[in-house]
């Protein structure tokens, strides 16, 4: 399923339309890609897989606790681990050797965020050991950039955090929420749409309550400004 990898410039459109793992099998040297959402409160929203070794890959350092997908949520940065052999997998013994049986050879994963907050990751894998080249990392991140808010509004929808979730400006939200949502278009210079979208991207990642974010922006004691700082 992988390609050779030569496009490395950002591509001008979207042709994928709403498939956010396509573009990193079609423009990255890997041969599979999952892409989940997980929040602090360990909620997880497993968003697409390529394949079902992708697909499991994802699930087992979920269940395990170990592997790339849980250095990106730590760190906020990429995980590149060219090779799974011993004793390259040394710092995840059950997860290396899962992935062996899976005929996995290399991992790579890659930060989802929303301003300052690591939502998620984006796993890639591939069947033979070796680095990803710096213009491939450079446009894997590009391409993480890229489906950021449409995987995490994919994954709030997923999840129902909010029974039923409400477009901005709904009559029905409450006065807290409208306010937190002005209060943040002011922060940071942004859209309504953007501000609210931040908001609910913030909710999911603490694992709390729209509204209960909401108040805290209301009250000062969150402002957005620090977080995208």
């Known amino acids: 399923m992988s390609n050779s990898g030569t496009a490395h410039e950002d591509p001008p459109g979207w042709p994928w339309g709403d498939d956010l793992c396509r573009p990193f099998v079609d423009l990255l040297p890997v041969t599979g890609v999952s892409i989940s959402v997980i929040g602090r409160s360990a909620r997880r929203v497993s968003l697409c897989a390529s394949d079902s070794v992708a697909a499991r890959l994802e699930c087992l350092q979920f269940e395990l606790g170990e592997g790339p997908q849980w250095v990106v949520m730590l760190t906020g940065e990429p995980s590149l681990n060219a090779d799974l052999s011993p004793p390259h997998s040394a710092n995840w013994p059950i997860f290396g050797a899962c992935a062996a049986q899976l005929g996995v050879a290399a991992v790579f994963a890659f930060p989802i965020t929303m301003g300052a907050v690591t939502v998620g990751a984006i796993d890639l894998y591939r069947r033979t050991p070796g680095e990803l080249d710096p213009a491939s990392v450079a446009l894997a991140q590009s391409l993480a950039i890229r489906v950021a808010a449409t995987a995490v509004h994919a994954a709030i929808r997923a999840a129902d955090q909010e029974s039923p979730l409400e477009p901005a400006g709904s009559p029905t939200m409450r006065r807290e929420v409208h306010q937190a949502t002005g209060m943040i278009l002011a922060q940071l ?20 309550g729209v509204e209960d974010v909401a108040k805290d922006v209301v009250a000062r004691q969150l402002d957005f400004r620090r977080l995208s700082g």
């Open 189 to 208: 210079e942004t859209t309504a749409t953007e501000a609210f979208s931040l908001l609910r991207a913030h909710a999911f990642a603490s694992g709390r």
